[in-house]
């Protein structure tokens, strides 16, 4: 990856439907550059061009937080298992007090309480959980680091922008 790839990808960042034809303008390189690229970076699996959802404003009223404990040698089993739950919008392993944390979108609390109680607490390996309803969202994955610069310059540390 070099300095125009991650030009681009500063772009598309901000808009993922930003034209390309804009892109190659910005960047001094051609569209037809862009397209390769952009082909390239989605093959190899560093970029996604995605739609974002409000969940709130789609219905679901309870999303929430959840630390999970696993009781060791369980863990790659039990995040394999959670993954695969239509609930579950991030899962990842974690230090400190739990081994996973896991985001789910729930219509409503009863929703919630049910995937509690009802699945998450049956998996065999799970020890403990602890759940933290959404009260608020400031901010959504949307410009996410790595944040490139439209000039390539690449901010590689979030401490660098304070």
Same mark, same amino acid.
């Given at each position: 990856?070099?300095? &125009?790839?991650?030009?681009?990808?500063?772009?598309? @960042?901000?808009?993922? =439907?930003?034209? $390309?034809?804009? &892109?190659?303008?910005?960047?001094?390189?051609?569209?037809?550059?862009?397209?390769?690229?952009?082909?390239?970076?989605?093959? /190899?699996?560093?970029? @996604?061009?995605?739609?974002?959802?409000?969940?709130?404003?789609?219905?679901?009223?309870?999303?929430?937080?959840?630390?999970?404990?696993?009781?060791?040698?369980?863990?790659?089993?039990?995040?394999?298992?959670?993954?695969?739950?239509?609930?579950?919008?991030?899962?990842?392993?974690?230090?400190?007090? $739990?081994?996973?944390?896991?985001?789910?979108?729930?219509?409503?609390?009863?929703? +919630?309480?049910? +995937?509690?109680? /009802?699945?998450?607490?049956?998996?065999?390996?799970? =020890?403990?959980?602890?759940? $933290?309803?959404?009260?608020?969202?400031?901010?959504?994955?949307?410009?996410?680091?790595?944040?490139?610069?439209?000039?390539?310059?690449?901010?590689?540390?979030?401490? /660098?922008?304070?």
């Amino acid at each position: 990856m070099d300095d &125009i790839d991650r030009s681009i990808l500063s772009f598309l @960042q901000k808009d993922g =439907r930003k034209h $390309f034809t804009e &892109i190659a303008k910005a960047v001094g390189i051609t569209e037809g550059t862009v397209r390769n690229r952009v082909a390239r970076l989605q093959d /190899d699996h560093v970029l @996604q061009i995605i739609g974002m959802v409000d969940p709130m404003k789609m219905g679901y009223d309870a999303p929430a937080l959840i630390g999970v404990s696993i009781q060791p040698p369980y863990l790659e089993e039990v995040a394999e298992e959670i993954a695969a739950w239509p609930e579950v919008s991030y899962l990842i392993m974690v230090s400190g007090e $739990f081994d996973l944390m896991v985001e789910v979108m729930c219509q409503d609390r009863e929703h +919630l309480a049910s +995937l509690l109680r /009802d699945r998450l607490q049956q998996v065999t390996g799970v =020890r403990r959980t602890e759940s $933290f309803m959404i009260l608020h969202t400031y901010k959504m994955a949307h410009g996410a680091q790595p944040v490139s610069s439209p000039e390539g310059n690449v901010r590689e540390k979030a401490y /660098d922008t304070v």
